[in-house]
């Protein structure tokens, strides 16, 4: 299974991007798939998740900004950004895994729940 993420950039403070993940030999079809980010020197910070029933789940300080979707057909998982902010610079990575469905969840998002890992794509806010 690979995870590449792509569509990373540098951007102003109140642009917009859009990330992409693409599986190759592999079907997000009964995965839960989400974003994470990272910093240097910080832990991996859940951003958005989709279950399997394609009901999204949003870490507070990226809702009503971000928007996670994905096309089964081709393989692909997406993060709409907008409004960004200086502190959303980070690198973002997708992952899937067997995760609890939404409307069992409670608390953030867990890189543990998550088994297939991309290697990330850099996305730079600047004021």
């Known amino acids: 299974v690979e995870l590449e993420e792509t569509g990373g950039d540098s951007v102003q403070s109140g642009g917009s991007l859009r990330l992409s993940c693409h599986a190759s030999e592999f079907t997000y079809m009964g995965y839960c798939m989400a974003w994470f980010r990272q910093t240097p020197g910080k832990e991996r910070e859940g951003v958005a998740l989709?279950?399997?029933?394609?009901?999204?789940d949003y870490a507070d300080s990226v809702k009503g900004r971000f928007t996670i979707s994905q096309d089964n057909a081709k393989n692909l998982l997406y993060l709409q950004m907008s409004s960004l902010k200086p502190e959303d610079t980070a690198m973002y990575y997708c992952?899937?895994?067997?995760?609890?469905?939404?409307?069992?969840?409670?608390?953030?998002?867990?890189?543990?729940?998550?088994?297939?890992w991309g290697q990330g794509t850099q996305v730079t806010v600047s004021s």
């Open positions: 992952a899937a895994g067997r995760c609890l469905p939404v409307h069992e969840r409670g608390g953030s998002i867990s890189p543990a729940e998550f088994d297939y």
């Open positions: 989709i279950d399997t029933d394609g009901i999204s």
